[in-house]
């Protein structure tokens, strides 16, 4: 790999980690007018019209295993859950505190893989995984003071999306990353209109569409087209960069979020969430080391996410 290449591909991914929280910012002004199932929704809607064509010219729209079409389709329920348990955090949280607690996911994922995909794992990276799940308690136990259990929901996206990877993993060596992703995509929004039709005959406020006013229109737009030029950023980074050398560039992210909650809603991190936001980063970038130089004293390429 050329030094070129590499150091594209750190760019790349520096821009899109540093863009990826106004996703969360146009959600969170979106939310307070718009149910989460609808934002999520519209986010479903507009992957699809951004990935279609891209599959299309690729012409590996039907580059997948049909056999497994059944986790093809769990994959999308997972990042249906993914979205809507975030988005609804977000309504009450800020965000900076909702995306450091959803930050524990690199933890769940480095467990889960321990136990299904029997992934050896060192008491070391055990040890990191069990402090930043105590730095995740530090963000948590205020956030559940001023919000309620609502502030569990993070974690409930951080395993549903460490779920999606894992299952990714699984699923991925002989499938077209696109592909993959596109037919996530029209899962999760099959099940996100299904649940907003149950929402709407029930009357279901979190699930009820309403007509958006012109602002929450931009805000909706914001989403996709801000999810779509980051997730385009974060495919071609992991293209010309080793995914080892560009995870650790993700706790950017509790960076920027912390920039853009304060510049829009003036939300800062007391003392005791920033020691919480420092464990977690300094836990998750540990076991990212440790798993680097793992896999490469066992020759073990690692696997790069699709958006």
Same mark, same amino acid.
């Given at each position: 790999?050329?030094?070129?290449?590499?150091?594209?591909?750190? &760019?790349?991914?520096?821009?899109?980690?540093?863009?990826?929280?106004?996703?969360?910012?146009?959600?969170?002004?979106?939310?307070?007018?718009?149910?989460?199932?609808?934002?999520?929704?519209?986010?479903?809607?507009?992957?699809?019209?951004?990935?279609?064509?891209?599959?299309?010219?690729?012409?590996?729209?039907?580059?997948?295993?049909?056999?497994?079409?059944?986790?093809? *389709?769990?994959?999308?329920?997972?990042? =249906?859950?993914?979205?809507?348990?975030?988005?609804?955090?977000?309504?009450?949280?800020?965000?900076?505190?909702?995306?450091?607690?959803?930050?524990?996911?690199?933890?769940?994922?480095?467990?889960?893989?321990?136990?299904?995909?029997?992934?050896?794992?060192?008491?070391?990276?055990?040890?990191?995984?069990?402090?930043?799940?105590?730095? *995740?308690?530090?963000?948590?136990?205020?956030?559940?003071?001023?919000?309620? !259990?609502?502030?569990?929901?993070?974690?409930?996206? =951080?395993?549903?999306?460490?779920?999606?990877?894992?299952?990714?993993?699984?699923?991925?060596?002989? +499938?077209?990353?696109?592909?993959?992703?596109?037919?996530?995509?029209?899962?999760?929004?099959?099940?996100?209109?299904?649940?907003?039709?149950?929402?709407?005959? =029930?009357?279901?406020?979190?699930?009820?569409?309403?007509? !958006? +006013?012109?602002?929450?229109?931009?805000?909706?737009?914001?989403?996709?087209?801000? *999810?779509?030029?980051?997730?385009?950023?974060?495919?071609?980074?992991?293209? *010309?960069? !080793?995914?080892?050398?560009?995870?650790?560039?993700?706790?950017?992210?509790?960076?920027?979020?912390?920039?853009?909650? &304060?510049?829009?809603?003036?939300?800062?991190?007391?003392?005791?969430? &920033?020691?919480?936001?420092?464990?977690?980063?300094?836990?998750?970038?540990?076991?990212?080391?440790?798993?680097?130089?793992?896999?490469?004293?066992?020759?073990?390429?690692?696997?790069?996410?699709?958006?």
């Amino acid at each position: 790999m050329k030094q070129n290449d590499a150091n594209l591909g750190l &760019w790349l991914m520096v821009i899109s980690v540093l863009l990826s929280p106004l996703i969360d910012i146009f959600s969170k002004l979106a939310v307070t007018s718009i149910p989460a199932a609808q934002i999520t929704a519209a986010r479903f809607l507009l992957q699809i019209a951004f990935l279609l064509p891209i599959v299309l010219c690729r012409r590996t729209l039907f580059d997948i295993t049909w056999k497994k079409t059944g986790l093809h *389709a769990l994959r999308g329920a997972l990042m =249906a859950i993914t979205m809507l348990s975030f988005i609804t955090t977000l309504k009450v949280m800020q965000v900076a505190d909702a995306i450091a607690i959803f930050f524990v996911e690199p933890i769940i994922l480095t467990i889960m893989g321990s136990i299904f995909l029997k992934e050896t794992i060192g008491w070391r990276r055990y040890t990191a995984c069990a402090v930043g799940f105590f730095g *995740a308690m530090l963000v948590i136990q205020p956030s559940m003071q001023e919000v309620g !259990p609502i502030a569990l929901l993070p974690v409930v996206s =951080a395993f549903s999306l460490a779920t999606f990877l894992l299952l990714t993993r699984m699923v991925a060596r002989n +499938e077209d990353p696109w592909s993959m992703q596109l037919y996530a995509s029209i899962w999760g929004g099959i099940i996100m209109i299904l649940l907003l039709l149950v929402g709407h005959v =029930a009357a279901i406020p979190s699930a009820d569409p309403v007509m !958006p +006013e012109m602002t929450d229109s931009l805000y909706l737009l914001g989403v996709g087209v801000t *999810a779509t030029v980051a997730g385009v950023l974060s495919v071609y980074a992991y293209r *010309a960069a !080793p995914a080892s050398t560009l995870a650790p560039l993700q706790y950017l992210e509790i960076v920027s979020a912390t920039i853009f909650g &304060w510049l829009v809603f003036d939300h800062l991190p007391d003392a005791v969430k &920033w020691l919480g936001i420092a464990i977690i980063i300094a836990s998750g970038l540990y076991i990212i080391w440790r798993e680097r130089r793992t896999n490469k004293q066992a020759s073990i390429p690692p696997v790069s996410p699709v958006i």
